[in-house]
């Protein structure tokens, strides 16, 4: 059955500083597709990232980026240069060939200014 | 910038009642889904819908559970008889196309209070 796994229920950064959020997951798929999502304070989760599982190279937006280290299972999230509107809840998921997304349980993110 | 919109915000209602969720999402948008979240638990999949069908769900989407499209904009999750342990945050989401890679976009969700 496929997990996801966050470690870190809250983390807190200091503005313009550098963080990374963890993600692990649990999976027999070769072929499988990894996210992640922000959700703000009483706001609808918006996509922020993702990652095919076949290519090699790590995904980037502008200062989020992503390590993926497939062996490791491990999906990665770090945000460069934090802003204070980057204070939310980071939700990593997984989905492959289904429909139906596998999330973890979240990692509250603190913004320090 | 199109959203998906969920009413009510906050749901409270007497265990044993029906309570029905509603969602709106964004217009173009062909597949439409629910999850829900307990306080603190992952957020997970209940049903998927496409073409006034349901084509995916999970074993949390049982007898209880319906879901509908009834005038082509909303999309509802009814719940019959609610029970304590149906308490969480609710979440509707819209996608153009099916597949995998393909994003879902939320809606801010709807917490449901059973009493």
């Known amino acids: 059955a496929q997990t996801v796994t966050q470690s870190q229920p809250e983390m807190s950064v200091q503005e313009a500083e550098t963080v990374t959020l963890s993600c692990t997951y649990d999976t027999s798929e070769s072929d499988y597709y990894l996210f992640w999502y922000k959700q703000p304070p009483s706001r609808q989760m918006i996509l922020v990232i993702r990652q095919e599982a076949y290519k090699q190279q790590n995904a980037t937006e502008n200062r989020f980026s992503v390590n993926f280290q497939k062996a490791a299972k491990s999906f990665s999230l770090k945000i460069s240069d934090s802003q204070l509107g980057d204070a939310a809840m980071y939700f990593c998921?997984?989905?492959?060939?289904?429909?139906?997304?596998?999330f973890g349980t979240g990692t509250s993110l603190t913004v320090i200014p | 910038e199109p959203e998906v919109t969920q009413t009510p915000s906050h749901q409270v209602t007497q265990m044993g009642q029906e309570v029905i969720l509603r969602c709106v999402p964004i217009?173009?948008?062909?597949?439409f889904y629910w999850y829900r979240q307990i306080l603190g638990q992952k957020v997970e999949f209940l049903v998927s819908f496409y073409n006034n069908e349901i084509s995916e769900k999970s074993e949390i989407f049982d007898d209880q559970f319906s879901v509908e499209r009834p005038d082509g904009s909303n999309f509802t999750l009814k719940i019959r008889s609610t029970k304590l342990e149906d308490s969480a945050m609710y979440f509707c989401a819209s996608s153009l196309r099916q597949g995998a890679y393909n994003e879902q976009f939320f809606g801010p969700g709807t917490r449901l209070t059973v009493l």
């Open positions: 217009s173009n948008h062909l597949y």
């Open positions: 998921a997984y989905r492959s060939g289904g429909i139906q997304f596998y």
